[in-house]
């Protein structure tokens, strides 16, 4: 199993970023996906969640209207589009999958969000 994520970067208040998270060795269309972060100091949340098929998504109530997640099954990639920025989003995130009782996580992608 690998995941790796990208698309972060440095942006204002305000701004946007999409986050992608590519999978491979297994069969990625079978899984639910989440997204977390881990701002400095703190420990690491769940911001968004989407089913298998991409019919059923959850969000922290943090991020609710303003992040978006979605899937390309057939790219076995995970998306997160961020909007509205803030500094408070300002965190590595990282992509999980969880496969037989066993967590995998991505490298992480740092997110900046300053004026």
């Known amino acids: 199993v690998r995941l790796v994520e990208s698309g972060g970067g440095s942006v204002q208040p305000g701004g946007f970023l999409r986050l992608s998270c590519a999978a491979s060795g297994f069969t990625f269309s079978n899984y639910p996906m989440t997204w977390y972060r881990q701002a400095p100091g703190k420990g690491r949340e769940l911001v968004a969640a989407?089913?298998?098929?991409?019919?059923?998504?959850n969000y922290a109530d943090s991020v609710k209207g303003r992040f978006t997640i979605s899937r390309d099954n057939a790219k076995n990639t995970v998306y997160l589009q961020m909007n509205n920025l803030k500094p408070e989003d300002t965190a590595v995130y990282f992509c999980?999958?969880?496969?037989?009782?066993?967590?995998?996580w991505g490298q992480g992608t740092q997110v900046t969000v300053s004026s």
């Open positions: 999980r999958l969880v496969r037989l009782s066993v967590n995998y």
């Open positions: 989407i089913t298998s098929d991409g019919g059923l998504r």
